[in-house]
């Protein structure tokens, strides 16, 4: 497989990466594309339309492209991110190539922070890990009552973002339109901005529960 004359190969290691795992079956495609057609570092710029008729070649897949990105970001394959008011796009796995041709004009996606580690060696740890397992004994029991009622909690289905995103066309073509339509161009812009935003939001709401969880505040036996 190539792309602009640079010889790129998908290995098995590359399939066992946990975040092409963890995507649905039908954005895995996209997946496959999104390494082939990305830079020497798995960057590029977020615009679908220009994804598509690469990934997708003579289909009107914009849509399509848009949802699968949306899913790959879940499952952890790749990330968005933003410099100076444009949106780009990194995968968490790039491929790897010939370092000469491991190079990016993307700028640097933000520098993720580092889960905390337990660092304490010697009596220190032996003393931390013993008062560790005696909490979890103790709270066993509690985390078996919690855990089996979060597992029995009914949850009403979430509102797909896309139904309620603004119309990929303009007013004249509502549904998109095949030939060069500019009115349609920046309705679809319009789309596209609205599920980033809404997107970004979901997952603000998402940290800040976490946080809240975490100090004790989300309903946890603790």
Same mark, same amino acid.
């Given at each position: 497989m190539s792309t602009?004359?640079?010889?790129?190969?998908?290995s098995?290691?590359?399939l066992q990466? *946990? @975040?092409y795992l963890?995507?649905?079956m039908?954005?895995?495609?996209?997946?496959? @594309?999104?390494?082939?057609y990305?830079?020497?570092?798995g960057?590029?710029?977020v615009?679908p339309?220009?994804?598509?008729a690469?990934?997708y #070649?003579?289909?009107?897949a914009t849509?399509?492209?848009?949802?699968?990105?949306?899913m790959?970001?879940e499952? @952890?394959?790749?990330?968005?991110?933003?410099?100076?008011?444009?949106?780009?796009?990194a995968?968490?796995?790039p491929l790897k %190539?010939?370092a000469r041709?491991?190079?990016?004009?993307?700028?640097?996606? #933000?520098?993720?922070e580092?889960?905390?580690?337990f660092?304490?060696?010697?009596? *220190?740890?032996e003393r931390a890990?013993a008062?560790?397992?005696?909490?979890?004994?103790?709270r066993?029991?509690?985390?078996a009552?919690?855990?089996?009622?979060?597992?029995?909690?009914t949850?009403p289905?979430?509102?797909p973002?896309?139904?309620?995103?603004?119309?990929?066309g !303009? #007013?004249d073509?509502?549904?998109?339109?095949?030939?060069d339509?500019? #009115? !349609?161009?920046?309705?679809?812009?319009?789309?596209?901005?609205?599920v980033?935003e *809404?997107?970004?939001g979901e997952? %603000?709401?998402d940290y800040?529960q976490s946080?809240?969880?975490?100090?004790g505040? @989300?309903?946890?036996?603790?």
């Amino acid at each position: 497989m190539s792309t602009k004359n640079v010889q790129r190969k998908i290995s098995a290691e590359d399939l066992q990466f *946990a @975040g092409y795992l963890r995507a649905p079956m039908a954005a895995k495609p996209t997946a496959i @594309g999104l390494w082939l057609y990305t830079d020497g570092l798995g960057r590029r710029e977020v615009v679908p339309e220009l994804l598509a008729a690469a990934i997708y #070649p003579g289909e009107a897949a914009t849509d399509l492209v848009l949802e699968h990105l949306l899913m790959l970001d879940e499952s @952890g394959f790749l990330e968005f991110y933003k410099a100076d008011g444009v949106e780009y796009l990194a995968l968490r796995r790039p491929l790897k %190539l010939d370092a000469r041709l491991a190079w990016s004009n993307c700028p640097d996606p #933000p520098v993720r922070e580092s889960s905390r580690t337990f660092a304490a060696v010697g009596g *220190a740890r032996e003393r931390a890990g013993a008062r560790v397992r005696a909490e979890q004994s103790e709270r066993a029991g509690q985390w078996a009552t919690w855990a089996d009622e979060q597992e029995h909690r009914t949850r009403p289905p979430e509102r797909p973002l896309l139904l309620d995103a603004p119309p990929i066309g !303009c #007013p004249d073509h509502p549904h998109g339109a095949f030939r060069d339509c500019g #009115p !349609c161009g920046t309705a679809r812009r319009r789309h596209d901005r609205w599920v980033r935003e *809404a997107r970004y939001g979901e997952q %603000l709401t998402d940290y800040e529960q976490s946080q809240e969880t975490e100090a004790g505040w @989300g309903g946890d036996p603790f």
